[in-house]
């Protein structure tokens, strides 16, 4: 793993997201609260709701997904059919992409 400078309170500084997705999925949250799919309490709920729902294993951005799919099914942003046919699509263009390679759709 690689060193990284101390805080000024002492403590390692990390960068925010373990992985590109994570930012992503951060990201829209915030770009669909701009534009008003959903207030924070509504979207502090939803992401309560998963993390719950996911037990003490479970991953957080994992569940912030989850309450993305959940907010955009909710208010029709997107039908959970439709999810789940982008979901199965990025997991197939995942399975055929050499190794070191971008994943396209």
Known sequence: MPEFPATPFGAPERPPFAEPWQAQAFALAVQLHAQGAFTWPEWSQALGAALAAGGDDADYYDC??????RLASERGLASAGVLGDRKQAWADAYRRTPHGKPVEL
């Open 64 to 69: 912030w997904v989850a309450a993305l799919e």
